[in-house]
Antibody
Framework: QLQLQESGPGLVKPSETLSLTCIVS?????????WDWIRQPPGRGLEWIAT???????YYNPSLNSRVTISVDTSENQFSLRLTSVTAADTAVYFC???????????????WGQGNLVTVSP | EIVLTQSPATLSLSPGERATLSCRAS??????LAWYQQKPGQAPRLLIY???NRATGIPARFSGSGSGTDFTLTISSLEPEDFAVYYC?????????FGGGTKVEIK
């Protein structure tokens, strides 16, 4: 059974960099799926942040494009998110998720981590 | 960016009643729309993909329909565990986007 677990600090200061890691167990990040980050501000809806595919193709949400980096570490079987120059507006629960892909087409988010609340505050 | 608008924002119903949730896209997404359920403190759970396909393990009381710009999630008879927030999500274009959610609450 695939499991995803977010790891990272719960508190980040304004203007600093938010770094999160998603540890993947029960499966490999080298498979032909998409690996995603999604966030949810407290009491609000979901916002997709970024996707990385096994072949190295990456997509970012243009609203965050200049501040965000997603990467995969195959040796550690994990993938990561970096978000620079954070503000209070970046306070959210950050989820990592797998995007199911087959036959070259990617569909839905089928596995999710439990979420990691990151608060941006001095 | 494809904007998804969900309505109503809140649906107040009793167990056993039928729930009908709407998701409207700002442009055609064909059938490339999914529905998720989220309970407090939990990650979303996939219910329906590609407009009408139930995900593995999802009860038959959940059904989806629609294509193009108008989609519906129907819960035929609400069970106590169905009271939650529901989100639609499109995969037709980048960036991937979610609707704002519909909260189904106990009346």
């Amino acid at each position: 059974q695939l499991q995803l677990q977010e790891s990272g600090p719960g508190l980040v200061k304004p203007s600093e960099t938010l770094s999160l890691t998603c540890i993947v167990s029960g499966g490999s990040v080298t498979t032909t799926y998409g690996w995603d980050w999604i966030r949810q501000p407290p009491g609000r809806g979901l916002e997709w942040i970024a996707t990385v595919f096994q072949g190295g193709t990456i997509y970012y949400n243009p609203s965050l494009n200049s501040r965000v980096t997603i990467s995969v570490d195959t040796s550690e079987n994990q993938f990561s998110l970096r978000l620079t120059s954070v503000t209070a507006a970046d306070t959210a629960v950050y989820f990592c998720a797998r995007r199911y892909c087959t036959g070259g087409i990617c569909y839905f988010f089928d596995y999710w981590g439990q979420g990691n609340l990151v608060t941006v505050s001095p | 960016e494809i904007v998804l608008t969900q309505s109503p924002a809140t649906l107040s119903l009793s167990p056993g009643e039928r729930a009908t949730l709407s998701c409207r896209a700002s442009q055609s997404v064909s059938i490339y729309l999914a529905w998720y359920q989220q309970k407090p403190g939990q990650a979303p759970r996939l219910l329906i993909y590609d407009a009408s396909n139930r995900a593995t393990g999802i009860p038959a009381r959940f059904s989806g329909s629609g294509s193009g710009t108008d989609f519906t999630l129907t819960i035929s008879s609400l069970e106590p565990e169905d009271f939650a927030v529901y989100y639609c999500q499109q995969r037709s274009g980048w960036p991937l986007t979610f609707g704002g959610g519909t909260k189904v609450e106990i009346k």
